[in-house]
């Protein structure tokens, strides 16, 4: 998912999608402590998507903060 969708949904889907992607990046180094991970590519698009909706939420946080 891009920027540009991830600006589209609400702070809580957002939030709900950023928990689900922290759980997939746990799993992924998980498989990669045990061997089993097999697309070792994922770790970094996953910790960067992960930036990505936290800056996004941050900046949805702050925009609401100055109405």
């Known amino acids: ?3 540009t969708e991830m600006r589209t949904l609400s702070r ?3 939030a709900g999608k ?5 759980e997939e ?8 402590a045990v061997g ?3 697309q070792s590519h994922t770790i970094r ?6 930036a990505r909706a936290k800056t996004l939420l941050n900046e949805k946080i702050d925009h609401a ?3």
């Open 25 to 32: 990046l746990f799993r992924a180094r998980c498989n990669k």
């Open 65 to 67: 903060a100055t109405k």
């Open 36 to 38: 089993q991970l097999t």
């Open 1 to 3: 998912m891009d920027a």
């Open 18 to 22: 950023l928990s689900g992607w922290e």
């Open 12 to 14: 809580e889907d957002l």
């Open 45 to 50: 698009a996953l910790r960067r998507t992960i």
